[in-house]
């Protein structure tokens, strides 16, 4: 098995994304390939999910367009993402936060987190 996580290891591409994790606001920019053209996209929303490892590795965006909750799932590896912003920063006690499908209005806010020194982190 360490021979096949070398090899997938050598095949996917270096990314320098920023760090993030569930609770995070976001934006990803992806490539929408619409017959012969070709233009950038961005996805803004809240980390719900992050899971894989390395290569593998997915993470579940979700936003609220026009009242109805909208999620998208993204390889870290895909070649479609062209890069990732990271707004906020989330104050949050769990890894999946699927309980946010639930809530409407004020409820489904996250709340930031800020640094020892009182400003945004």
């Known amino acids: 098995m360490d021979a096949i ?3 997938k290891e050598q095949m996917l591409p270096e990314r320098n994304f920023p760090e993030f994790f569930p ?17 950038i996209q961005a996805f803004r929303g809240d980390v719900i999910q992050i899971s894989g490892h390395a290569g593998t590795r997915t ?4 936003k609220m367009s026009n009242g109805v909750g909208v999620e998208r799932i993204f390889p ?5 993402i ?11 006690r769990r890894a ?26």
């Open 76 to 80: 870290i590896s895909a070649p479609t």
């Open 82 to 92: 062209v890069d990732i912003k990271v707004l906020k920063r989330g104050k949050v």
């Open 59 to 62: 993470f579940t965006v979700r």
């Open 96 to 121: 999946r936060l699927f309980y946010l499908r639930d809530l409407v209005g004020k409820k489904a806010r996250i709340k930031e987190k800020r640094n020892l020194s009182g400003k945004k982190a």
């Open 23 to 39: 609770g995070d606001n976001i934006v990803v920019d992806y490539k929408i390939i619409e017959g012969d053209k070709e233009r």
């Open 5 to 7: 996580k070398f090899v």
